[in-house]
């Protein structure tokens, strides 16, 4: 029998990040992480996903935890892991631009506290928005990984791939990852997708899923033999529905071809053992939702991601106005188009999401515009990969001026700003951050934080003052 060539596929465990984002409103504690942190660094992943998304925001506003200490307590469990995070391009883990002054320090800080990766996306696939970013994590000496967002229409063609990936590549990335956000692509376009990749860059590329359509399992399957040198998996109890294909299933399935993982199942086993009553307790909570856990062919239908779906239910629930679901669901496409093709991620999601029901709810489109709509159809995220339609621009902006340069020329760097507006409450530099992205959240966590110190002095200087017989 001829001996098999190996070409190992490499995984991307994703449970401390995307998994838990997906499932259960990125609700995991750092306490519920750390203590299986030890075995999980035994396991020889390529690397773990375990902070930036929306782990930044939901640290501070729901868990009241600062994200930079549970990154640190990270990077020190894991000696032989490399940790890696997602980071929105100019966006950085928050929902408008900042200036590059605010992105080369949060990268900087990011990578000192122990981050190695640095998956970097924009929402439009403009790149002049993830320049900034690319070019702190070389100069930090981290990995840039690009994340193209994968979405489809007209102007997704393979060649549309096919040049941008060779403009990554020339821009100083080391890694480029296709982030399929809402599960859209099936097997054979993956083949496809992958094959012509390989043909116009010689990066390494990651394949990042969701199992939201059903079909995540062999889509990875098919990239793989098409050449894909890295997947995204997670651990069977967070794995699945909205989440990403289970980390031990796809090392089953290369198990003895020549894309052995090498990873071994008793030790996956124990940690999957670890996560299910963590599963059970967010189940018996209703904290994950039943309704994330199947498989939902809509995604395919409307491509609209999973996380985007839930969002429309609930604007849809304030309002009164379930019943008009369906009609919200086929009126996204046509906002899409209106706006020139975004692909569907954070923020552009919210933004097509929201304008979609307001067309249905005010009984006419574009009658009532939001904020968000505006600022997209004016340039202020960047460039779309079509132009919008010029006549929804006229009704939605007027004759207000539009930017054509890369957004950020236009933002003073506002670190000095920030650090002046927040001195009061800063106890470590990386608090800067926090505030320069969430300042309402991250001053009610600095007082609650505050509030938790003085408790606990309070508590030593009480106990230090009683008199105990010798």
Sequence with gaps: MAEITKKPVKITETILRDAHQSLIATRMTTEQMLPIIDKMDKVGYHAVECWGGATFDASLRFLKEDPWERLRKLRAGFKNTKLQMLFRGQNILGYNHYADDVVEYFVQKSIANGIDIIRIFDCLNDIRNLETAVKAANKEKGHAQIALSYTLGDAYTLDYWKDIAKKIEDMGANSLCIKDMAGLLTPYKAQELVQTLKESTSLPIDLHTHYTSGVASMTYLKAVEAGCDIIDTAMSPFALGTSQPATEVMVETFKGTEYDTGLNQELLAEIAEYFTPLREEALASGLMNTKVLGVNINTLRYQ????????LVSQLKEMNAEDKYMEVLEEVPRVRKDFGEPPLVTPSSQIVGTQAVLNVVAGERYKMVSKESKKLLSGEFGQT???????????????AERITCRPADKIAPQLANIEKEMAQYKQQDEDVLSYALFPQVATEFFKYREAQQTKVDTTIADSDSKSYPV
């Excluded at 609209?304 to 969002?311: F, T």
């Excluded at 990969?385 to 004759?399: L, M």
């Design 304 to 311: 609209v991601p999973g996380g985007m779906l839930s969002n």
């Design 385 to 399: 990969v079509k132009p919008a339609d010029p006549e929804v621009v006229k009704k939605c902006i007027g004759d």
